[in-house]
T-cell receptor
Framework: QKEVEQNSGPLSVPEGAIASLNCTYS??????FFWYRQYSGKSPELIMS????GDKEDGRFTAQLNKASQYVSLLIRDSQPSDSATYLC???????????FGPGTRLSVLP | NAGVTQTPKFQVLKTGQSMTLQCAQD?????MYWYRQDPGMGLRLIYY???????DKGEVPNGYNVSRLNKREFSLRLESAAPSQTSVYFC??????????????????FGPGTRLTVL
C-alpha cells in the first residue's frame, strides 16, 4: 500500500459544479495535511492546509479531514476552467521533517 | 523576494555525464528539499536538509548527492547520469511564515523546476 493514494483521474466536471478530490493515507500518526495545485509545466502551489478533524473553508475551497478513516478531501465549489490542473495531496510524516505526496488527481473543468 | 530559484531550467546530458542543480531561497527558511517528479508518480523526495549543516536521505536518494552550502543554497549533484534520472526536479524550502501573512511552519514553497533529460 502506498503511503498516500489518490485517484489519478482525469476527473471531469462542468463549469459551476462542485469538484470533489479524495486522498487516503496510511500513517495513522500523521498530523498535517496539504493540498497543492499544479498547472501543467509549472511548480506546485499550496492551496489548503488542514490539521484538525472537520472542515476548513477558504473561498471556494473546502478541505475535509477524517483522521479515524485516514481520509482527506478537497471540495472546489463553483468550479471554473481555470481550476483545471493536477491536485496533489501531501502528508507530513509524524517523524522527521519530510513530506509524502500522492500521485495527484488531474481535474478538468469543462466550459 | 525571488522566493525559490533553480538553475538551470532545462538540461540535456549524455549517460555518464555529471552535473549540479542549483537551488537558492531568500526567505530565510531553515529546511530545504529536492524532489523529482515523474508522470503518474507524484513528487518523490530525494534528499532534504532540516537546517544548515545537515542533510538526510529521502525516498529515492540513489545516484544523487547534495550539499547544503549555507542557509540559502542547497545543491543536487548527479555524479554519473543515467536515463532513469530523466525527470523534472523541484527544489522546495520550508519556514515559518506562510501565505497571507499567517504563520505556518509547515508550508513548502517550490522553485520553478529543472527539466532534465539523460540520453
Amino acid at each position: 500500500q502506498k503511503e498516500v493514494e489518490q485517484n489519478s483521474g482525469p476527473l471531469s466536471v462542468p463549469e459551476g459544479a462542485i469538484a470533489s478530490l479524495n486522498c487516503t493515507y496510511s500513517d495513522r500518526g500523521s498530523q498535517s495535511f496539504f493540498w497543492y495545485r499544479q498547472y501543467s509545466g509549472k511548480s506546485p502551489e499550496l492551496i489548503m492546509s488542514i490539521y484538525s478533524n472537520g472542515d476548513k473553508e477558504d473561498g471556494r475551497f473546502t478541505a475535509q479531514l477524517n483522521k479515524a478513516s485516514q481520509y482527506v478531501s478537497l471540495l472546489i465549489r463553483d468550479s471554473q476552467p481555470s481550476d483545471s490542473a493536477t491536485y496533489l495531496c501531501a502528508v507530513k510524516r509524524n517523524y522527521g521533517q519530510n513530506f509524502v505526496f500522492g500521485p495527484g488527481t488531474r481535474l478538468s473543468v469543462l466550459p | 523576494n525571488a522566493g525559490v530559484t533553480q538553475t538551470p531550467k532545462f538540461q540535456v546530458l549524455k549517460t555518464g555525464q555529471s552535473m549540479t542543480l542549483q537551488c537558492a531561497q531568500d526567505m530565510n527558511h531553515n529546511s530545504m528539499y529536492w524532489y523529482r517528479q515523474d508522470p503518474g508518480m507524484g513528487l518523490r523526495l530525494i534528499y532534504y536538509s532540516a537546517s544548515e549543516g545537515t542533510t538526510d536521505k529521502g525516498e529515492v536518494p540513489n545516484g544523487y548527492n547534495v550539499s547544503r552550502l549555507n542557509k540559502r543554497e542547497f545543491s543536487l549533484r548527479l555524479e554519473s547520469a543515467a536515463p532513469s534520472q530523466t525527470s523534472v526536479y523541484f527544489c522546495a524550502s520550508r519556514g515559518v511564515v506562510g501565505t497571507s501573512g499567517v504563520p505556518s511552519y509547515n508550508e513548502q514553497f517550490f522553485g520553478p523546476g529543472t527539466r532534465l533529460t539523460v540520453l
